[in-house]
C-alpha cells in the first residue's frame, strides 16, 4: 500500500489489529531514542538506515517520526494491541520541545558556554528544554529544569563566596625539601646577617631573591587558588546567579547524567555534585 491505512507498528490479521513484530519494535526503538535526545532527523536518518520503511516505497522523514511519537494508540486500547509502557511513551513526550515562545534563560545562555559532561568533560549540548546531552561517551542524557540547574549553580558560587577558604589547590608531590635556588638564597640572606658589617642594601637584595626563588616553586594551580580566593573575597552579595564571577572562576559546569551539578574551578578543583 502507499498510504499507510494503520499506524505503523500494527497490521491486520483475520479482520483484527495486530502487533507487526519489526514494526513495533522500530516504535520503541524510537521513543527510546528521542528519549535519548535523539531529533527527528537523526531518527528518520537511522530508521532509514535499518531499512524498516515508513510504508512500502516511502523512507522515513521528520514528519512520519512526528507522527509515531505523538500517536497515543501506542498505549493500547480497545482496538489496538499495546506495543509500548505508559513509561516509555510519557518520557518521551516530556522530551517534546517546547514551544511556548518562552525565551531561554540569560542565565542559562552562561552556563551553556560552560556545560560539560561530569562523566568525560567533553561538551555537552542542550538538546532541547531541560535535556543536556554529550554525544562524546552517548551517556543517558541528564534531565536537570532551567530553574534547578540555575538554583545549583548559584547555590555552588554562594558557598564558595561566603567561605574562599575551602578553595584548595590540588596535592603538590613529594619533595625532598626546598629547592636548590630556596636554599642557595638562603644561604645568601644568612651569610649577609653573619657578616661583622652590615650592608643593609645586600641584605634586602637576598630578602628579595629568597622571596622569588619560594614565589617560583609555586605551581599554577597554588598561584589560581589565590586568585580565585582574593576574587571570592572581594565579591559582592548577590541575590541571583553572578555569572560574570562564574565565568571568574569555573572551568567548566559539570552536568550529570542524574541531573546532578558540579563546579570545576580553575584551579582545577571540582565542587558539588
Not at 89 to 113: M, N, T
Not at 169 to 181: H, V
Not at 193 to 216: M, P, Y
Request: proline share 5%; hydrophobic share 35%.
Amino acid at each position: 500500500m502507499a498510504n499507510r491505512k494503520l499506524p505503523f507498528g500494527y497490521c491486520l490479521r483475520n479482520g483484527q489489529v495486530r502487533e507487526e513484530a519489526t514494526e513495533a519494535e522500530m516504535v520503541r526503538l524510537i521513543f527510546r531514542r528521542y528519549g535519548e535526545g535523539a531529533s527527528y532527523g537523526t531518527l528518520a536518518d537511522e530508521l532509514n538506515a535499518l531499512g524498516c520503511p515508513y510504508a512500502p516505497g516511502r523512507s522515513w522523514n521528520k514528519n512520519m517520526v512526528a507522527r509515531v511519537l505523538q500517536d497515543g494508540r501506542y498505549l493500547g486500547s480497545a482496538e489496538y494491541p499495546r506495543l509500548l509502557s505508559p513509561e516509555l511513551f510519557h518520557h518521551a513526550q516530556s522530551a517534546r520541545p517546547d514551544v511556548s515562545g518562552r525565551l531561554e534563560c540569560p542565565e542559562i545562555k552562561d552556563i551553556r558556554v560552560l556545560a560539560r559532561c561530569a562523566q568525560c568533560h567533553e561538551p555537552m549540548r542542550r538538546m532541547r528544554k531541560n535535556y543536556w546531552y554529550c554525544s562524546n561517551c552517548m551517556a543517558s542524557p541528564g534531565k536537570i529544569m532551567d530553574e534547578a540547574l540555575i538554583l545549583c549553580v548559584e547555590r555552588l558560587l554562594r558557598s564558595l563566596r561566603e567561605h574562599p577558604e575551602t578553595i584548595s589547590p590540588a596535592p603538590a608531590p613529594a619533595s625532598d625539601g626546598d629547592s636548590e635556588a630556596v636554599q642557595v638564597a638562603q644561604e645568601g640572606l644568612a651569610h649577609e646577617l653573619e657578616r661583622t658589617e652590615f650592608d643593609e642594601t645586600a641584605a634586602k637584595a637576598q630578602v628579595i631573591a629568597l622571596a622569588s626563588a619560594r614565589f617560583d616553586t609555586l605551581g599554577s594551580g597554588d598561584y589560581e587558588t589565590m586568585r580565585l580566593r582574593h576574587l571570592l573575597d572581594s565579591a559582592k552579595p548577590c541575590d541571583d546567579l553572578d555569572t560574570a564571577l562564574l565565568r571568574q572562576v569555573a572551568a567548566a559546569v559539570l552536568i550529570h547524567p542524574s541531573g546532578a551539578v558540579s563546579l570545576k574551578l580553575k584551579n582545577g578543583q571540582t565542587i558539588g555534585g
